[in-house]
């Protein structure tokens, strides 16, 4: 938000220099990210800086208020006019010009008003104005078709204040300064750009801005004047009001000002509009923006003579409602909106007028013919106004403000505050009375806050005078008993709790105010609790460095997703309908608005994001997954392990081409095996899995014991081709992590290194081709105990020497024993024994 600091000091006195305010209000919370200087030197306080662009500083000699008395013909150019300028010297001063601006004045003798502007003097430095790039120049007399000119009435690009060229500065009114006058004195200005937090919404104004530098100068603030001027013929009956959600509508006001002249609105209230980036537009219009900034209470002004008309004779009726099924909305960007069903609306008996605290609608729209205004100020529940905000795509300076929180309070202010102004631009008569229904008052915050409390948590000792002093400088009404503060909560601060959460934000506000870089560094004196392992986030941070030890980086995303992407690995089956997800109240955006119940789609929309940087990913994520629960409000929240493996199997080096050779199903078994034993889980099997989103012939189950771990294989291509990963084989897992972590051991078994030598030999097993390896293993571990140590499948080999429908698998077999070395027949037998085995359990042959 854009504060010029000329506003502020309508508000409260300032006497530091800029830049230190800048640092005050930047510890206090309102972080300043930049000052721009129009006109002025930049201060110097020593160890304070802040950044800023390149600017000019007016010479407070050359460049002047200047009244322009008369405008004369150029006798050699029709493009050109001699402006007459009294600048403050003995004689007018005579500036050749071609500002299209005054050609209306030529030739009409001297002015009855002044008309005043910027006025440059010889020897004065100035932004060249017909230069594309900034470019600075210092002017000098030279003569324009004939006539001698040394001195010029400056345009706003001349004087840094804008990029308009087209005409010079002109102001009707009197600025109050006399001829002559420093240039700076008079418009010269700081702009801080105060980057606003949520948390501190109470600031989204000019005034609010001035209630922090109040606090922090203790200084007294200065309100601006709600009182009203009203002469005119009562509102009552000229219009109806009904509030029909006041949970989304909690105050609704309205004020009447008859036979009003639409022109442009005063020079200080355009300057000062522009100052904080809005384009002046007309008196009424630029009244409603003036207070959204000077206050922050957003108004909205209807034409109510077309008001009436759409009433076609009956009583006007003005209500708030939700919108009809199907109802659509033309409103002031000229979009035509069909609307939600959670949008509150404004509205009479024939349609909706506007989005309730966000934009209003065209058919009812202020013009250069509108004589009546009704003028509204009201307060929405900022919640369903964020969602209004992001279901319509828009974004307004009074969405903007509702969404972050307004007090119901702030209506009757704005609406008395914008009618008079409205009456001093216009000329009209406001009439007597304000409608105000407000059906939902809340309620004051009232806090105890014991003393003790502030010096435990702040670290030093207050004096309880001192902190009712702090508080009652933000405007808290603070009364003292004893050893407590009894603590009531102004309007304007919504960010304020009750209870012990009253207690801590006051305790902040006590920070801030008196200033944390004037907290003395203390030793905690409190005790320390009792420290306690957390084994699950110990287990789980060991996941995460196994992980890391093989070669995999890890991913962090969002939580939300939708349906239909989550639908999209599971094609085949349907996918899951929405009722069974954690749909979010009020999603961020359109593609987040359930809660996910897989981690592989963040991962693969990732691996898309990244593959234009690195076709080599290996990476993984431990999140929670969120599945809804009938019986409980809460829905049960696992945790999951998510891995995905595309592209080369090795990064490139000068050693080979690493490119040659992608990752395949085992080099993904490979990690999980890795995981697994990393975490010492044992009884740990394999078994081929019927997955939707995983190829059929790639794919596995992982078990311990019996209980299911995860799955994990290759994406099926359809999928891969779904989510744009089709280049490479893309390898996923998703794991049970809580499962995975309670299988894991809290301590292990270790074995020394053997002392005597092993016996190795192999074996080769012609099995049915639906057997899985895992069995063949168990068949001979069991066969083989307990002499056999170690069983390692080799290789896997279906040919035209082996029969149809069976397969060969050939297996490393490890003999050893820790007491005696073995004797060749002991191992002879034993690998007999095994061959037996499997045969009768398996119909297994052995290869020859």
């Not at 508000?11 to 990210?33: K, Y």
């Not at 909560?489 to 959460?501: A, L, S």
């Not at 996923?732 to 005597?756: C, M, W």
């Amino acid at each position: 938000m854009l504060v010029p600091l000329s506003w502020l000091k309508e508000f409260v006195d300032i006497d530091v220099p800029a830049e230190l305010l800048a640092e005050r209000l930047t510890l206090a919370g309102l972080e300043v990210g930049s000052i721009t200087y129009l006109g002025v030197p930049q201060g110097h306080v020593e160890g304070i800086r802040w950044p800023t662009s390149e600017h000019l500083v007016w010479d407070r000699e050359k460049l002047l208020l200047g009244a322009i008395r008369e405008i004369k013909a150029h006798p050699n150019a029709d493009r050109l006019v001699l402006a007459m300028v009294d600048y403050g010297g003995a004689e007018l001063e005579q500036c050749v010009t071609g500002a299209p601006n005054l050609f209306e004045y030529k030739d009409k003798g001297p002015l009855d008003k002044p008309l005043w502007t910027g006025f440059a003097a010889e020897g004065a430095e100035v932004w060249d104005g017909h230069s594309d790039e900034p470019k600075r120049m210092i002017l000098k007399e030279k003569p324009l078709r004939g006539i001698p000119n040394r001195s010029m009435v400056c345009s706003e690009k001349e004087l840094g204040l804008s990029a308009s060229h087209e005409g010079i500065i002109l102001w009707q009114d009197d600025p109050g300064f006399a001829p002559g006058t420093p240039l700076q004195d008079v418009i010269g200005d700081i702009i801080f750009e105060i980057e606003l937090t949520p948390n501190v919404a109470r600031a989204f104004s000019i005034l609010g801005v001035a209630r922090e530098v109040a606090a922090l100068l203790d200084k007294p603030l200065r309100e601006p004047s709600y009182e009203v001027v009203a002469t005119g013929k009562p509102i009552d009956g000229e219009v109806a009001l009904e509030i029909l959600e006041p949970e989304l509508n909690p105050r609704f006001t309205l004020a009447l000002l008859r036979d009003a002249e639409i022109k442009p609105s005063p020079e200080w209230m355009q300057r000062r509009l522009q100052l904080v980036g809005q384009r002046p537009i007309n008196n009424i219009v630029d009244v409603t923006n003036y207070i959204t900034f000077e206050i922050g209470q957003p108004l909205h002004a209807y034409d109510y003579d077309k008001l009436r008309e759409r009433a076609k004779g009956t009583a006007l009726h003005i209500v708030t409602r939700l919108p009809k099924p199907g109802e659509t909305l033309e409103t002031l960007d000229e979009a035509s909106r069909k609307l939600d069903e959670h949008n509150i609306l404004v509205a009479d008996d024939v349609s909706a007028l506007g989005l309730g605290g966000v934009i209003g609608g065209a058919d009812t729209e202020i013009s250069n013919t509108t004589r009546t205004v009704l003028l509204e100020a009201a307060n929405w529940n900022f919640i369903n106004i964020r969602r209004t905000m992001r279901s319509q795509g828009l974004h307004t300076d009074a969405g903007a403000r509702f969404s972050r929180g307004v007090h119901p309070s702030r209506a009757i202010l704005g609406v008395q505050r914008g009618i008079e102004l409205m009456r001093q631009t216009s000329g009209g008569t406001v009439a007597k009375g304000i409608i105000d229904d407000y059906p939902l008052k809340p309620a004051p915050v009232k806090i105890e806050l014991p003393i003790s409390e502030v010096r435990r948590i702040l670290g030093m000792d207050f004096a309880i005078e001192m902190v009712a002093d702090i508080l009652s400088r933000l405007q808290f009404v603070v009364m003292i008993d004893g050893e407590t503060l009894h603590v009531i909560t102004p309007d304007h601060r919504m960010d304020i709790g009750e209870g012990v959460i009253g207690q801590a934000d006051l305790i902040e506000e006590i920070a801030r105010i008196h200033g944390y870089d004037q907290i003395p560094d203390t030793i905690v004196s409190d005790m320390m609790p009792a420290q306690r392992a957390n084994i699950a986030l110990e287990r789980e941070e060991r996941t995460r460095d196994i992980l890391v030890a093989l070669g995999l980086r890890e991913n962090i995303s969002y939580r939300f997703t939708t349906p239909e992407r989550e639908a999209l690995l599971a094609a085949k089956s349907g996918g899951d309908n929405r009722d069974s997800y954690v749909e979010m109240a009020n999603p961020i955006s359109a593609d987040k608005t359930v809660l996910r119940h897989t981690l592989l789609v963040s991962l693969l929309e990732n691996a898309l994001s990244n593959q234009r940087y690195n076709r080599r990913q290996q990476v993984f994520e431990i999140g929670t997954v969120y599945f809804k629960r009938s019986d409980q409000p809460l829905p049960d929240e696992p945790r999951r392990l998510g891995l995905l493996m595309t592209g080369p199997r090795d990064a490139d080096n000068w050693l080979k081409d690493a490119s040659a050779v992608n990752v395949g199903f085992f080099d993904l078994k490979g990690v999980v095996e890795g995981i697994i034993g990393g975490l010492h889980v044992d009884n740990v099997t394999y078994e081929r899995a019927n997955h939707a989103a995983l190829h059929p012939g790639r794919s596995a189950i992982v078990k311990a014991g019996n209980v299911e771990i995860g799955v994990f294989g290759e994406l099926h291509p359809q999928i891969a081709r779904t989510f744009e990963l089709a280049d490479a084989p893309v390898l996923v897992a998703e794991l049970d992590l809580d499962a995975l972590l309670q299988a894991a051991s809290e301590g292990h078994r270790v074995q020394p290194l053997p002392t005597t030598p092993p016996v190795l030999q192999d074996i080769a097993l012609v099995v049915n081709a639906q057997t899985p390896a895992a069995t063949v293993e168990a068949v001979i571990r069991k066969a083989g105990a307990p002499l056999l140590k170690d069983v390692r499948l080799f290789d896997v080999y279906e040919g035209s020497s082996i029969p149809e429908g069976h397969k060969s698998l050939a297996y490393n077999l490890t003999y050893q024993t820790d007491e005696r070395t073995l004797k060749d027949d002991e191992v002879a037998a034993v690998h007999k024994r095994i061959a037996k085995a499997v045969e009768r359990e398996l119909s297994a042959k052995l290869r020859a």
